[in-house]
Every structure is written in structure tokens, then in C-alpha cells.
């Protein structure tokens, strides 16, 4: 069974802190990785994709792929209290398949 | 961005009723759409995924006589529950999968409340 781990938290971190979320997968010919937000009560918005080993960034946050050690990782930088939510780390395993969702982890972000 | 419409944003019915939800990707072509339902507090779960012109995938344990599935057009899924009860209300959340980056676009939901 293809698996999807992380930590469900909660992640507390004080305003301006960079928040580190990490996410493992059991399926070590996965393809595409994907970070998603999910507000309590709201539907999960897409934050990146990430397809290729190394860092990928975009405003303030970045994503970390490192295939050999099957784990992906997302930082938030200078965290704000609007980032407070559930992160949810999704793979795809193969090319036009369904996703694999991670359980997600909770993030606080405390004034 | 790709944007992913649902309808309606949440429904109120009685029990025995059925209800049908509409997802649309607005600025792209989803051959491939996924219905999710989501209990308070828990964690997605997959319910079946709908493909353009051909019967829809049920995950075990989805009733597909009860979960009826339809993806007519490559920008247009519809999701019913057929004699709906209380235990079917839940957040019901489809996603479009564009097809060129196999990304996933979430629609914003449905609230389904069976009286």
C-alpha cells in the first residue's frame, strides 16, 4: 500500500519563525508532490508542486524534495498567524493516477 | 489560476431525498475529476474518481448506487446522493485534475446536512 506520512501536530510556532513541515512516502517511483492548505471548515487550496529533487521556492514558501530519502518538505518563512491551518502533503505515483494525501499537519502560528 | 466551482455551497434536505452536486473546472479541461468527502476534524477521503464519457471508480466501500457519478463534459462532474439519511451529511469536496501538470485544483465544497 502506497503511504503518505506526516505528523498531524500541532506545529507551534511563534509569529516571524520559519515553520518546517516534513512529509514521507513509501512509493519510491512517486512523481509529483504537491502541498496543500486546508482551513478549518474550507476545501484544501494548492500552495506548490514540486516534481524535481532540490528546493523550489515561491514567496515565502519553499519546497524541499529529496527522493533518495523519499521525504518532501515544505518551509514557511516569517510565519504569520494567517498561516495557521492544515498542511496536507499529496503524491502522485504515477503519471494520470490519483493522489495519496497525508494525514496533515496542524500548524499554529501564535502572535 | 485554474479555478474549480461547486454547487451548491451547502444543502439542507430531509432524509430520504436526494441531492445533486455540481463541480466545474472554469478555465481548463479536466478529463479526470475526484470526489472527496470529509468528516469533522478527520481527514480526506477519496470516494471515486470520475472520468470524461466512462463510468466513474468507486473506492471500497462507496456504494455506487448510492453515490451516483456522472462526468459528462470535460469541465462538468455531478454527484448525487440518492435517499439520502443523516449519516451521508458530511463535507462533500471535488477537485479537477488539470491534465498537463496532473495537478489537482479543489472546488470549495459542499455542506450536506440530512434532517
Known amino acids: 500500500q502506497k503511504e503518505v506520512e506526516q505528523n498531524s501536530g500541532p506545529l507551534s510556532v511563534p509569529e516571524g519563525a520559519i515553520a518546517s513541515l516534513n512529509c514521507t512516502y513509501s512509493?519510491?517511483?512517486?512523481?509529483?508532490f504537491f502541498w496543500y492548505r486546508q482551513y478549518s471548515g474550507k476545501s484544501p487550496e494548492l500552495i506548490m508542486f514540486i516534481y524535481s529533487n532540490g528546493d523550489k521556492e515561491d514567496g515565502r514558501f519553499t519546497a524541499q524534495l529529496n527522493k533518495a530519502s523519499q521525504y518532501v518538505s515544505l518551509l514557511i518563512r516569517d510565519s504569520q498567524p494567517s498561516d495557521s491551518a492544515t498542511y496536507l502533503c499529496a503524491v502522485n505515483h504515477n503519471a494520470g493516477n490519483m493522489l495519496t494525501f497525508g494525514g496533515g499537519t496542524r500548524l499554529m502560528v501564535k502572535p | 489560476g485554474a479555478v474549480v466551482s461547486q454547487h451548491p455551497s451547502w444543502v439542507i434536505c430531509k432524509s430520504g431525498t436526494s441531492v445533486k452536486i455540481e463541480c466545474r473546472s472554469l478555465d481548463f479541461q479536466a478529463t479526470t475529476m475526484f470526489w472527496y468527502r470529509q468528516f469533522p476534524k478527520q481527514s480526506l477521503m477519496l470516494m471515486a474518481t470520475s472520468n470524461e464519457g466512462s463510468k466513474a471508480t468507486y473506492e471500497q466501500g462507496v456504494e455506487k448506487d448510492k453515490f451516483l457519478i456522472n462526468h459528462a463534459s470535460l469541465t462538468l462532474s455531478t454527484l448525487t446522493v440518492t435517499s439520502a439519511h443523516p449519516e451521508d451529511s458530511s463535507f462533500y469536496i471535488c477537485?479537477?485534475?488539470?491534465?498537463?501538470?496532473?495537478?489537482?485544483?479543489f472546488g470549495p465544497g459542499t455542506r450536506l446536512t440530512v434532517l
Open positions: 512509493d519510491r517511483g512517486s512523481q509529483s
Open positions: 477537485s479537477a485534475r488539470e491534465d498537463y501538470t496532473d495537478t489537482q485544483y
